[in-house]
């Protein structure tokens, strides 16, 4: 899966848009939509940070 789609493959599957992550997450609305466009690319701290608390909400541990 190429990375630029990874967030958006994610964040669909945790049920979210990308306003609702925005807020949820506290990132820029803007940094969100470049992420999945592939024009900006997160830390790796910051991508595995993102990813994994997708997934926990897909999951249903939200805390």
């Known amino acids: 899966m190429e990375q630029q789609n990874e967030f ?6 945790a049920g979210l848009t990308q306003k609702a992550m925005s807020e949820l997450m506290e990132i820029p609305f803007r940094t969100i939509q ?3 466009a592939g ?3 997160p ?3 910051v991508r595995r940070f993102v990813l994994n608390e ?3 909400i897909e999951n ?3 805390s």
């Open 34 to 36: 470049d992420w999945e």
């Open 60 to 62: 249903g541990k939200n």
């Open 39 to 41: 024009k900006r690319t």
């Open 43 to 45: 830390p790796p701290y």
């Open 8 to 13: 958006k493959t994610a964040r669909l599957a």
């Open 54 to 56: 997708l997934k926990d």
